[in-house]
Nanobody, 126 residues
Framework: QVQLIESGGGLVEAGGSLRLSCAAS????????MAWFRQAPGKEREVVAS????????YYADSVKGRFTISRNNAKNTVYLQMNNLKPEDTAVYYC???????????????????WGQGTQVTVSS
């Protein structure tokens, strides 16, 4: 069992930055691959980035490539999403999720994820 708690969301102007954190409970965190998703009103939940259990591989959606960075600290049971040069279209609720068996970081479907956080709101004003 893994419990995930996101933090770091908020309101920021376009061009600004935010750093999301996802703290996990449980000793098995380092065995899980992790992903960040987002869901805007009226839209489907989409993967933003993923990272393998070791942190050795990462994946980014084209819409955030070059602006967002996913990382993890297994000693702290935490995964991060650094978001730079934010745009109004990045406005959404951001969720972290845990899954197993990804092998290398890739596009992840929500149905593949075993555990979810409660989400944190990110709002980017123009």
């Amino acid at each position: 069992q893994v419990q995930l708690i996101e933090s770091g969301g908020g309101l920021v102007e376009a061009g600004g930055s935010l750093r999301l954190s996802c703290a996990a409970s449980g000793r098995a965190f380092s065995s899980y691959d992790m992903a960040w998703f987002r869901q805007a009103p009226g839209k489907e939940r989409e993967v933003v980035a993923s990272i393998s259990w070791s942190g050795g591989t990462t994946y980014y959606a084209d819409s955030v490539k070059g602006r967002f960075t996913i990382s993890r600290n297994n000693a702290k049971n935490t995964v991060y999403l650094q978001m730079n040069n934010l745009k109004p279209e990045d406005t959404a609720v951001y969720y972290c999720a845990a899954l197993r068996g990804m092998v290398v970081a890739r596009m992840v479907s929500p149905t593949e994820c075993d555990y979810w956080g409660q989400g944190t709101q990110v709002t980017v004003s123009s």
